[in-house]
């Protein structure tokens, strides 16, 4: 079984000392957007698996281990084999693509004022978005691949750049 989050959410606010909770709240709702703006929205069965996921604390690694022994439910199993195996539920997205998320959110939130309300939560730039994501793994809120490293968050873009210069209004 996945080991649950090391202390509360607010423990990890306070001990990190940057970034408020509206900072770590925001930052994890771009997670999901990152993920399908990667993958795309999950489908009905990929929902129902997900669920089921969270319901018996079960990460990927579990869920891959529970396949491939045969000891999930049947139900799950069904849909696991309609799906295409395990590693179809690995949503995981790269430091580039969840900064670009916020980036993407923040703007579509907050339009000119994306940058004020970022930088009123401390986040000024994408180290920033790293540091928040990387004390969220230490702590055993979100996992991390192997390969992720927090240089991966370094310089993907200028907040400048991103939120001033090239600023759009849509019109929807």
């Known amino acids: 079984m996945p080991q649950p989050p090391k202390k509360p959410i607010e423990e990890v606010v306070a001990e990190l000392g940057r970034y408020p909770l509206d900072a770590f709240i925001f930052i994890q709702e771009c997670i999901g957007v990152a993920s399908e703006q990667v993958h795309g929205p999950m489908t009905p069965e990929e929902s129902a698996v997900a669920g089921w996921m969270d319901r018996h604390n079960v990460d990927l690694e579990m869920l891959c281990h529970l396949s491939e022994t045969g ?7 069904d849909i696991m084999e309609k799906i295409g195996g395990p590693q179809k539920m690995n949503r995981h997205v790269t430091g580039q693509q969840l900064c670009w998320a ?6 579509k939130r907050y339009g000119l004022m994306a940058q004020s309300v970022l930088a009123r939560w401390n986040i000024t730039r994408t180290e920033d978005i790293g540091a928040i994501i990387f004390a969220l793994v230490e702590n055993d809120w979100l996992k991390k691949l ?27």
């Open 71 to 77: 000891s999930l439910p049947p139900d799950i199993a």
């Open 102 to 107: 916020v980036r993407d959110v923040a703007l």
């Open 146 to 172: 192997p390969s992720d490293n927090i240089e991966d968050f370094r310089d993907v873009f200028s907040f400048k750049d991103a939120f001033e210069l090239n600023y759009r209004v849509d019109a929807e």
